[in-house]
């Protein structure tokens, strides 16, 4: 079984930074991807980082050049490094792994954490 937590979440001021973990546990392959995503109430969620086992990270438009993911790969665990922070960074920020099996992807989530960051 596959499980997903995650730490770090809180309320930061606006330019301050924060750090979020996801220890992930359970097979999900050696050829997954890891990733987070946000999401604020009345909108879908959206991509933040996501980075494979082998290749570079990509960034979604809004913190680009703000956040860095990371990966330990023998721990099993992505990291988001949240710099510069802004309240529209405010969202509950959930951790992803996709898992390559056969031919497709299996999504697995974590439970979410709450980013508040105050102006």
């Known amino acids: 079984q596959v499980q997903l937590v995650e730490s770090g979440g809180g309320l930061v001021q606006a330019g301050g930074s924060l750090r979020l973990s996801c220890a992930v546990s359970?097979?999900?392959?050696?050829?997954?991807?890891m990733g987070w995503y946000r999401q604020t109430p009345g909108k879908e969620r959206e991509l933040v980082a996501r980075?494979?086992?082998?290749?570079?990270?990509n960034y979604g438009d809004a913190v680009k050049g703000r956040f860095t993911i990371s990966r330990d790969n023998a721990k099993n665990t992505v990291y988001l490094q949240m710099n510069s922070l802004k309240p529209d960074d405010t969202a509950v920020y959930y951790c992803?792994?996709?898992?390559?099996?056969?031919?497709?992807?299996?999504?697995?989530w974590g439970q979410g954490t709450q980013v508040t960051v105050s102006s």
């Open positions: 992803n792994v996709k898992a390559l099996v056969v031919t497709d992807f299996v999504d697995y």
């Open positions: 359970g097979n999900t392959g050696s050829m997954n991807i």
């Open positions: 980075i494979p086992r082998f290749g570079i990270a």
